[in-house]
């Protein structure tokens, strides 16, 4: 399942960046929702909201390339030690895995992420994005929940609880 999860998110990110990058190169912003949503294309060479861009180019790719590649071996470890016991931690990780694989892929071929989901309210933008950026932060924010859930629901029902003292079998 995790792979097969992380797959489809690589492949959506990668067909959506080919799309982007063959229709919208030097085109204007194309509107979606007008005044909410903009498809644009946009190269991001730093890390999150766009922080490292400004490092020299070599020290920065190195960084994020050999992070990325940190923290998939810590994915794997994780789901081969505790995936079976959980189909959320499971969901979660494999989102994070496909996404550092989609936006890994853009840093190794170009040298910078393809970013083109454009959110905005008026003139105030949220910083530009893509698929991948969205299977990680989707991945994170269940994990956060997978964290804070008591660990019989987070194990998504495969382990039992032990009973209430008193109520020994």
């Known amino acids: 399942m995790a792979l097969t999860i ?3 998110v690589v492949a959506l990110d990668q067909a959506t960046k080919a799309w982007v990058l063959q229709n919208l190169p030097g085109a204007p912003p194309l ?3 007008p005044g909410f949503f903009d498809l ?3 190269r991001n060479t730093g890390g999150v909201f766009g922080l490292g861009a400004g490092a020299p180019s070599f020290g920065r790719r190195a960084f994020f390339v050999g992070s990325t590649a940190i923290a998939l071996g810590m994915i794997v470890v994780f789901l081969r030690r505790w995936g079976h016991e959980s189909r959320l931690l499971t969901v979660a990780l494999s989102l994070v895995a496909g996404g ?11 040298g910078s992420v393809v970013d ?3 959110w905005y309210w008026r003139s105030h933008h949220w910083y ?3 698929i991948a ?3 990680i932060s989707s991945g994170a ?5 997978h964290s804070l859930l008591p660990e019989s629901s987070a194990a998504g029902g495969n382990r039992q609880s032990p009973p209430p003292p008193g109520q020994e079998a």
């Open 128 to 130: 530009t994005f893509n």
């Open 141 to 145: 924010v269940l994990l956060i929940v």
């Open 40 to 42: 644009t294309l946009s």
């Open 6 to 8: 992380a797959a489809v």
């Open 133 to 135: 950026d969205s299977a």
């Open 100 to 110: 550092a694989v989609g936006n890994l892929i853009d840093r190794l071929r170009f």
């Open 116 to 118: 083109f989901i454009d």
């Open 31 to 33: 509107t979606v929702i």
